[in-house]
T-cell receptor, first 110, second 113 residues
């Protein structure tokens, strides 16, 4: 029973447009939510996070939104660039233990 | 600036063989963990350690063994490899007070025939 789910396995977007990645969770005890980016043959790298007590966090082109009542978070990338093409993992933490979603493969077309 | 280093990067085993995946970090991180990545399932936690001499099980610990004798090293042992253990394995580390921000190695791809 997956506690963190990414229901869209893939997403294709035009360069310059917005990419929206979604993630749902079931465990109310998670204290942080994070997004990781992964290129082929590399380890995941941390992208952005949000505390469970906040509803928005922004870092440059990346914004994460948290809706606790719906147990839903999303990652917005604006504007999307070809270098953003990667697999994105949503994760939720209890301390240092992370539970990951299945990932969304993003393709940004020039 | 090595970060988290995993060896080997690739390995092929026969069913029943044993092996050890090595992980070392040079950031003086107390927390280390092992994940496996399988298609559509994201990364699942195998074992983790909050410091030297302390280890605990994650979500999918069966068939794996770990030890933590130093802060730097956290090897993962496959006791008797099975085809179901074919996967990509990632080691990660972080500060104990971190909000889940893990630093990952490049991964070790294991195939069990």
């Amino acid at each position: 029973d997956q506690q963190v789910k990414q229901n869209s396995p893939s997403l294709s977007v035009q360069e310059g447009r917005i990419s929206i990645l979604n993630c749902d969770y079931t465990n109310s005890m998670f204290d942080y939510f994070l997004w990781y980016k992964k290129y082929p043959a590399e380890g995941p790298t941390f992208l952005i996070s949000i505390s469970s007590i906040k509803d928005k966090n922004e870092d440059g082109r990346f914004t994460v939104f948290l809706n606790k009542s719906a147990k839903h978070l999303s990652l917005h990338i604006v504007p999307s660039q070809p270098g953003d093409s990667a697999v994105y993992f949503c994760a939720a933490s209890e301390g240092n233990k992370l539970t990951f979603g299945g990932g969304t493969r993003v393709l940004v077309k020039p | 600036n090595a970060g988290v280093t995993q060896t080997p990067k690739f390995q092929v085993l026969k069913t029943g063989q044993s092996m050890t995946l090595q992980c070392a970090q040079d950031m003086n991180h107390e927390y280390m963990s092992w994940y496996r990545q399988d298609p559509g399932m994201g990364l699942r936690l195998i074992h983790y350690s909050v410091g030297a001499g302390i280890t605990d099980q994650g979500e999918v610990p069966n068939g794996y063994n770990v030890s933590r004798s130093t802060t730097e090293d956290f090897p993962l042992r496959l006791l008797s490899a099975a085809p179901s253990q074919t996967s990509v394995y990632f080691c990660a580390s972080s500060l104990p007070s971190g909000a889940g921000e893990l630093f990952f190695g490049e991964g070790s791809r294991l195939t069990v025939l």
